[in-house]
């Protein structure tokens, strides 16, 4: 007649240990994997039949061991909008979520470059840092005052600056021929490449018509 077996306490414990103590006792091992976030991989999790149970010598335990923390497949979120996904992946537990700011033809706040991890990696989100780079939208020059330059020094600077520059002429008393009377937008307005402005360009005091002579 078999003899009455209590089940040990072997939580936490390495599974090929456990296995030797439930086999000594006269007792089948039958192993589970299953993922743990507290529980380090290949050590046990808990019994079945539990701790302090009685059964039967030859009968079967179940060893629920673990595999440790479950992974995901990190997506490919290049494209998407950083505020919203920073939310997201913060709400399934990740780590920490955070960006670096990258001059960009992009939208500001899209997505350009996944740091880390890269698309299609397994990761375990609470031990995971994710990295992206951000777009912080095309580079911006400030507009240079343009009143009193000559008209050939604004049409090197428009070249240098990639601005497309439209000029018209107007007659100025106190502004010099082939020089700059008034500009828009004004100076010190944040433009980007490719941006329009426009300049007048003094064409020297009107003529007067001539006195006629009584």
Known sequence: KPDDVVIPDLAGEEYDVAKEELEALNLKVKKKQTFSEDIEIDHVIKTDPGTGRTVKENSTVEVFVSDGKETVEFEDYVGDNYGQIKKMLEEEGYKEVRSYE?????????????????????????????????????????????????????????????????????????????????????????????????????????????????
Do not use: C, M, W
């Not at 890269?118 to 939208?137: A, C, H, K, L, M």
């Open 102 to 214: 990258k001059t960009s033809d992009e939208p500001v706040g899209e997505i350009i470059t996944q740091i880390q991890p890269i698309p299609g990696e397994e990761v375990v989100p609470s031990d995971s840092t994710v990295i992206f780079e951000t777009s912080d939208g095309p580079e911006t020059i400030k507009l240079n005052q343009l009143r009193d330059l000559e008209l050939s020094e604004v049409e090197e600077y428009a070249k240098e600056n990639e601005l497309k520059l439209e000029v018209s002429e107007v007659h100025s008393d106190s502004i010099e021929e082939g020089r700059i009377v008034s500009q828009s937008p004004t100076e010190n307005t944040e433009l980007t490449a490719g941006s329009s402005i426009s300049v007048e360009v003094s064409i020297g005091p009107e003529k007067q018509p001539p006195k006629s002579h009584k």
